[in-house]
Every structure is written in structure tokens, then in C-alpha cells.
């Protein structure tokens, strides 16, 4: 918005004058906004809306609440902007000037655009994926670092720098004097340690206040002109939300994040401990929820012609936990619902294993190799066998590293399997997909090293020898993020944006989720005979 020149002060003041009676007037006239009022109108809306057969989303620009402008029906044939992310645009870890830029563009908008915020908060790494679900056909973008550390700039190290004056920071600097890791290890172990929450809840805020400073420096042409409506939808280990402690505490360090993200200086223990307090009464400006990371993986799967309805198994191996989920996809009145059945995470990271490795080398007299990584970073490449990390190992050394191999494939297709028999003897026994395959997903940093393939390939052959009328496992992959307007994105990276790119719509589309403990076993009744009753999500 241009300045008024100095001699059209007084009008401009006038002008002012009049238009603030006018949206004082305005205001007094419109309905009182509720949550449950706009939650409502949401999911009528929702309803109303048959899901897309395609790939591709529905244009869902005529979608609008009581209480807001409607959203700009956008062309249909425009041309979508391609991402252009550069270093000189990187986010910066600095405070900001005011609170209000780290939300809005300066400029006076007309109309309302809601943006949602898809954080996928990893053990090693996070990605923040930024989405408009009802405009622009649904336009997604990665968020860029470039912290030039090595790794890839849409990969943000899960790392939390604090200084001398106790100030938290996402970049090391000169008076950097500790150097936290493990954010979300400590969050899940230590539940109810407040210093564990509010180092995670500084990371996000953190993380949050870069990812809205960057859209707001590098996408003004497709959304400048907009008032923007944030939302954050913040990832959980499948497992995770069917426990009620920490489900919640995720959702209460996701609050506190935002809040800090707003605050115009950079946190500290003593501000992230205060908004954690403050953030329990739950008063939130925006909508935060809290979604099981395997449901956010399989959101695009959902929406593309490759949907198959029934159970499935999300195996998604990181770089400190693998996470193993059962769960049965089905829709009814147009909504996807996912019923998880049985979920486990277990510590059988690729980092976990490259430590072994690491530890039983140091034990001797051995020298790792000038290529192989003796820190962990979030894109290293391990070798694919102990015996590539030295040169002419011993024999004894030799087959103590073999051995370290074979245990980790035997703790993967161990934990592999426990999830599956739990899911042929009573959480869904007879799903016609123990006859034609039973589809898993293997996806996370870690999805295609070669040994979590080599426990993928003895889970199918244990099956097959083991049970009766049964085809085994239908390895599958995830379809391509369709709508992700980034263009410089390599494979190796895209299939570790899947979370982020889940969470990144809005809550109604990613669809209903039902914890395990919230459905029974299915009844025991001979395999050859049949049901007599349905099973519960039917």
C-alpha cells in the first residue's frame, strides 16, 4: 500500500476516520463466531463434497464460514506458480520487528485464504510443508532451509542451539554454549518433563516463526493479497496417539510453539516454560491438532487412482525408531476414515544401527573408513554392511559385524511380524487382503536400505510358510506428491516429505481417525467359516 503524500495528510486521516466506523459497523452486524459453529459448517461442507477419484483435488475456492469473506474463485486454467526458493530468501533465525509480520503481509487484504501448516517433527530431522487446501488447487510448497550444513535445505536438523545469555537458536553461532539433540527421543520417554516439553515446544516455535517469515518474503504474488487464516496439523508416532498422556502432550507443546512463534524475541527455557503454562487453557487464535504420523503418510495414497480399501500395514523405518502400523482404509459419506488396529514403535533406527556398528569397531583396533560418517547427520548414507566400514577386516571382526547385521534384520522382521499375527488372529482375520496380498508401505529415511528389505522379504516368506491361505505381503510404494510445487526436490528427499505433506491439509480432508483402543477384537471363529458378524468399522 503506498504512503499518503504530505499534502493529503488530512484526507487520509479523514478517509481513515470513515473506514474505521464503517468496520466498527460492520462488525456489530456479523454473526458471533464459534468454534463450533465454524466446525460445523466445515464438516457440512465436507460431506457435501464427494472425494476426488484422481490424483488431482477438486477445486474448493466457494468454500467460506459464517463469519468470513468468501475465498476468490481462482481461475481454472491459471497458471500455477512454480517455487523459486533461494539462499538469499532462506529463513532467518533472528527476532523479528513485530508480531504482526510474522503472521500477515503488510498490505490491507480483502479477502480471507486459509493456509495450513503440515510439521512433521522427526528424531533426526523436521520438514514444514505449507499447503492451501481451498484455493489454488490445492497449491503445497516445502519450506527451504539452506543452513548450508551439509544436508538437504529441506531437511531442518531436529538440533537446538542455546547461547551464554540462555537463548535458543535453530543455527550454532560464536557463543553457542550447548548443543541440545534427541528433541523428540526426550519428548516421548520423559512425558512429563517440563524441560523436555519446552525444548521441543522452542525448536517448533522456532521452526514455525522461519517457515511463515519465508512464505511471507518469497510468495507474495499468490498470496499477498489475502488475509491469511493459519492452521498447524503437527505429526505423532502411531502409537503415541493412542496413549493418553502423550497425545495430549504433544498437543500442549504444539499450542506452546505457536505461541512462542509470535513472540518477537528468541525463546529461552524460562518464555517456553511460560507458554507451556499458558497454552493448557487451550484458547488457541488458530487450529491445532495433533495427527497420527501414519495416517498423514498415506493421505495422497488415499486420494489417488492406486486406492485399494481395506487393512493395510505402514512400515516407517527413521533414523532412531521404526514405526509399524495395521490399519484399515474404508470411506463412508465421502470421508476417509482410517481405523488404526495395532501400532508399535521400536528403537531400530538406521542411526541405531550405524552406532552398533561404530561401538563394536571402537572395541578394537579397526579404523573406519574416511567415507563412512562417524557423526550423525540427517542425510548420511550408511554403508549397506558392517564389513564396509574398514578396510581388510579380520575374520573375527568380520563375523561380529555380520552378526550385528543379522540381529537388526531379525528385530525388524520380529517386530514386523508380532503387528501382522496380531492382526490375523483378532483385529482383522478376515480381510479379503490375507488372499490377494497384504499391502505394506515401507517409506521414512530409511525405507529403502537394503537390510529393512531383507526383514520386509523374511516377513513374506514366514507368512506364506506359516499361514494357511495366505499370499504373503504386497510390498507396496507411495504415489508421488502430486501438488507439491517445489521442483528441485530429488527423489532420495521426496518420499521423506510424505508426513509433512499429509499434514499439510486440513484436518477434515485428511479424514476421521479412531485409536486401537476404540476398537474391539474381531470375535474368534474358525478361518473356513464365516463372520457372523461384522467387524467394528463397518
Known amino acids: 500500500m503506498q504512503k499518503d503524500k504530505p499534502h493529503s495528510k488530512e484526507k487520509a486521516e ?11 459497523r460492520e462488525a456489530e452486524q456479523a454473526p458471533q463466531e464459534t468454534p463450533e459453529n465454524v466446525q ?7 460431506r457435501r463434497t464427494k472425494r476426488s477419484d484422481s490424483i488431482g483435488w477438486q477445486d474448493r475456492t466457494d468454500v467460506s464460514t459464517p463469519t468470513q469473506p468468501p475465498i476468490r474463485r481462482q ?3 491459471a497458471k500455477e506458480q512454480a517455487v523459486e526458493v533461494s539462499a538469499e530468501h532462506a529463513p532467518k533465525d533472528e527476532p523479528m520487528k513485530k508480531d504482526e509480520s510474522a503472521m500477515q503481509f503488510q498490505e490491507l487484504p480483502s479477502e480471507t485464504m486459509d493456509l495450513v501448516i503440515g510439521f512433521d517433527l522427526g528424531t533426526s530431522c523436521s520438514k514444514v510443508i505449507i499447503r492451501s487446501p481451498f484455493a489454488l488447487r490445492s497449491r503445497a510448497i516445502a519450506v527451504p532451509w539452506h543452513l548450508k550444513n551439509g544436508t538437504s535445505k529441506y531437511l531442518l536438523p531436529t538440533v537446538l542451539y542455546e547461547n551464554d545469555y540462555g537463548e535458543f537458536s535453530l543455527v550454532p553461532s560464536d557463543s553457542t554454549k550447548h548443543v541440545l539433540r534427541d528433541l523428540k527421543i526426550n ?36 498470496y499477498g493479497i489475502y488475509h491469511l487464516r493459519w492452521a498447524l496439523n ?7 496417539y493412542n496413549d493418553e498422556n502423550m497425545r495430549p502432550t504433544f498437543g500442549l507443546v504444539a499450542r506452546a510453539a505457536w505461541k512462542l512463534s509470535l513472540q518477537p524475541d528468541l525463546p529461552t527455557l524460562n518464555t517456553a516454560t511460560e507458554a507451556l503454562r499458558i497454552a493448557r487453557d487451550k484458547s488457541d487464535s488458530v487450529d491445532i491438532d495433533v495427527v497420527p504420523e501414519i495416517a498423514a503418510e498415506v493421505v495422497g495414497y488415499a486420494r489417488s487412482r492406486l486406492r485399494s480399501e481395506g487393512l493395510h500395514v505402514m512400515v516407517d523405518v527413521g533414523a532412531s525408531t521404526i514405526d509399524i502400523c495395521g490399519f484399515v482404509l474404508h470411506s463412508r459419506d465421502g470421508e476417509d476414515r482410517y481405523e488404526l488396529l495395532t501400532a508399535l514403535v521400536k528403537r531400530l533406527g538406521i542411526h541405531d544401527l550405524h552406532l552398533r556398528r561404530l561401538n563394536k569397531i571402537k572395541a578394537t583396533d579397526a579404523c573406519v573408513k574416511p567415507s563412512v560418517p562417524t557423526s550423525l547427520s540427517p542425510c548420511m548414507v550408511i554403508p549397506n554392511t558392517g564389513r564396509e566400514y574398514i578396510n581388510d577386516p579380520s575374520d573375527l571382526l568380520s563375523k561380529k559385524l555380520d552378526e550385528i547385521d543379522q540381529n537388526y534384520v531379525s528385530e525388524c522382521t520380529t517386530s514386523l511380524m508380532s503387528l501382522i499375527m496380531a492382526l490375523r488372529r483378532c483385529r482383522d482375520p478376515y480381510s479379503s487382503n490375507w488372499n490377494s496380498g497384504l499391502p505394506v508401505f515401507v517409506a521414512g529415511g530409511g525405507g529403502q536400505f537394503s537390510l529393512v528389505r531383507n526383514a520386509i522379504k523374511q516377513a513374506h516368506e514366514r507368512l506364506i510358510n506359516t499361514q494357511k491361505d495366505v499370499a504373503g505381503i504386497a510390498a ?3 504415489p508421488t506428491l502430486e501438488t ?11 518420499g ?34 464365516q463372520p457372523k458378524t461384522p467387524p467394528p468399522w463397518v
Open 14 to 24: 479523514t478517509k481513515a476516520f470513515v473506514d474505521q466506523g464503517q468496520k466498527e
Open 40 to 46: 460445523t459448517e466445515k464438516m457440512q461442507w465436507r
Open 75 to 77: 481461475d481454472e486454467n
Open 187 to 222: 519428548l516421548m520417554d520423559k512425558i512429563d518433563d517440563t524441560r523436555a516439553q519446552a525444548h521441543a515446544a522452542a525448536y517448533i516455535g522456532l521452526a514455525l516463526r522461519s517457515a511463515r517469515q519465508w512464505l511471507l518474503d518469497t510468495q507474495k504474488d499468490a
Open 234 to 240: 503437527i505429526g505423532i508416532p502411531s502409537a503415541g
Open 476 to 478: 507396496q510404494r507411495l
Open 484 to 494: 507439491l510445487q517445489n521442483r528441485d526436490i530429488p527423489d532420495s528427499i521426496a
Open 496 to 529: 521423506r516429505l510424505a508426513v509433512a505433506y499429509g499434514l499439510s491439509f486440513d484436518k477434515f480432508d485428511i479424514g476421521q481417525i479412531r485409536q486401537p483402543h476404540e476398537i474391539g477384537d474381531v470375535p474368534r471363529i474358525p478361518l473356513r467359516s
